[in-house]
């Protein structure tokens, strides 16, 4: 079993910041791909920013420039810093992980519950 524990969201202001924080733990032996995805009410779950265990980064057209996406190998953890936020960016945001579990080596691909955050003036 692996699991992912988000922390932080909330609410905040147009222009404001927020930080996500996501850890995993469990019984894992590695982690490839590590990021976050969003869902807005009544949209489908799109990529928000990725980054994999090489420390390369993929993020979203709508939050490049804003949002930066960190990484923590040995603690196995993906932080997300949200800037100059936008009500657009009112979502549930979810942290997502491709796992390779043991004692399996079985490739496992997990998400965490999601936290809010709300963007409004």
């Known amino acids: 079993q692996v699991q992912l524990v988000e922390s932080g969201g909330g609410s905040v202001q147009p222009g404001g910041s927020l930080s996500l924080s996501c850890a995993a733990s469990?019984?894992?032996?590695?982690?490839?791909?590590m990021g976050w995805y969003r869902q807005a009410p009544g949209k489908q779950r799109e990529l928000v920013a990725m980054?994999?265990?090489?420390?390369?980064?993929n993020y979203a057209d709508s939050v490049k420039g804003r949002f930066i996406i960190s990484r923590d190998n040995a603690k196995k953890t993906v932080s997300l810093q949200m800037n100059s936020l936008k009500p657009a960016d009112t979502a549930v945001y979810y942290c997502?992980?491709?796992?390779?579990?043991?004692?399996?080596?079985?490739?496992?691909?997990?998400w965490g519950q999601g936290t809010l955050v709300t963007v409004s003036s």
């Open positions: 469990g019984s894992i032996f590695s982690i490839n791909a």
């Open positions: 997502n992980a491709d796992a390779v579990t043991t004692p399996s080596y079985r490739l496992l691909e997990v």
């Open positions: 980054t994999t265990v090489l420390g390369s980064t």
